[in-house]
């Protein structure tokens, strides 16, 4: 089975700065997606970035940018000129590509971002 | 699009009672996803159906969970006893094939 790590419980960032939020999986699929959820304190599940394992183009999203390393299995999370909005804990997620596309979402247990005014 | 629609939002109710958890997934999605959040655990899938057909039902703690998908536009999660350790958030999420996931904005439930 899939596994999701996020080593980093919490994080603090003040605001304008950039921050960088890890993210481990263990799968021996070669063809998947990985997704970074943010919940605000609305509890709002909220997608902020896709990658599909085949591209080899880190995806980016606005201030929202990753880097994929397929072979180290990690994908972490940058955020730049980070806001104050961007408070939230951030969750890494995986899916397979065995059943089209549209399996279960794995989740990390997720990293909480402060950010100071 | 009004997104995914659950009902109730907080739900507070006592050990041994019945509850039952309402979801409305967006039109024209296929696949249905009920998700629990606790502390302990995060995020975890309980079960998912794909055209009202339920495909992985392995997340479901026990027998006192059940799920069921009678239409394309409903879906509900019935906890029968209720417990405290069932207190958390439950998440419904829809998506078309291969699309991308839409959360609904969760029932609180706790179980006194």
């Known amino acids: 089975a899939q596994t999701v790590t996020q080593s980093q419980p919490e994080m603090s960032v003040q605001e304008a700065e950039t921050v960088t939020l890890s993210c481990t999986y263990d799968t021996s699929e070669s063809d998947y997606y990985l997704f970074w959820y943010k919940q605000p304190p609305s509890r709002q599940m909220i997608l902020v970035i896709r990658?599909?394992?085949?591209?080899?183009q880190n995806a980016t999203e606005n201030r929202f940018s990753v880097n994929f390393q397929k072979a180290a299995k990690s994908f972490s999370l940058k955020i730049s000129d980070s806001q104050l909005g961007d408070a939230a804990i951030y969750f890494c997620?995986?899916?397979?590509?065995?059943?089209?596309?549209?399996?279960?979402?794995?989740f990390g247990k997720g990293t909480k971002l402060t950010v100071n005014p | 699009d009004a997104g995914v629609i659950q009902s109730p939002r907080h739900e507070v109710t006592e050990m041994g009672q019945e509850v039952t958890l309402r979801c409305k997934p967006i039109s024209g999605h296929d696949y249905l996803f009920w998700y629990r959040q606790t502390m302990m655990r995060g995020l975890e899938l309980l079960i998912y159906?794909?055209?009202?057909?339920?495909?992985?039902d392995s997340g479901m703690p026990e027998d006192r969970f059940s799920a069921k998908m009678p239409n394309a536009s409903f879906s509900t999660l019935k906890i029968q006893p209720s417990e405290p350790r069932d207190s958390a958030v439950y998440f419904c999420a829809s998506s078309r094939t291969s699309g991308r996931d839409f959360f609904g904005p969760g029932t609180r439930l706790t179980v006194l």
């Open positions: 997620a995986y899916r397979s590509l065995l059943g089209g596309g549209s399996e279960k979402l794995v």
């Open positions: 159906f794909n055209n009202n057909v339920p495909i992985d």
């Open positions: 990658q599909e394992a085949y591209k080899q």
